[in-house]
Nanobody, 121 residues
Framework: QVQLVESGGGSVQAGGSLRLSCTSS?????MGWFRQAPGKEREGVAI???????TYTDSVKGRFTLVRVYAKNTVYLQMNSLKPEDTAMYYC??????????????????WGQGTQVTVSS
């Protein structure tokens, strides 16, 4: 059973930056980040698919960067130019395999506990 441990959430003002990290206890070819705001569905933010490609949801393109360090089974999400609408619980997700662009909940077998990101205006 793979376990995911996240860190790096917090509170910042709009325009600020945060970096989230997620370390897996075992290798999975697919890792990424989802988020869920109160009253909304969980949505994919950024994923590194099994084929090595990275996909971002449109609202974060140009502001967020996903980096995966395979040797450490770790994935980072660098979040710049944060906006109040980025406020959410952020979850790390992993799967043994996922197709390119798999930004949907059911594609992932493993989930972290979540880390809160709050952006104030």
């Amino acid at each position: 059973q793979v376990q995911l441990v996240e860190s790096g959430g917090g509170s910042v003002q709009a325009g600020g930056s945060l970096r989230l990290s997620c370390t897996s206890s075992g290798y999975t070819s697919c890792m990424g980040w989802f988020r869920q705001a109160p009253g909304k569905e969980r949505e994919g933010v950024a994923i590194r698919s099994s084929d090595g490609t990275t996909t971002y949801t449109d609202s974060v393109k140009g502001r967020f960067t996903l980096v995966r360090v395979y040797a450490k089974n770790t994935v980072y999400l660098q979040m710049n130019s944060l906006k109040p609408e980025d406020t959410a619980m952020y979850y790390c997700a992993a799967a043994v395999f996922c197709a390119r662009g798999a930004m949907y909940f059911s594609a992932y077998n493993y989930w972290g506990q979540g880390t809160q990101v709050t952006v104030s205006s």
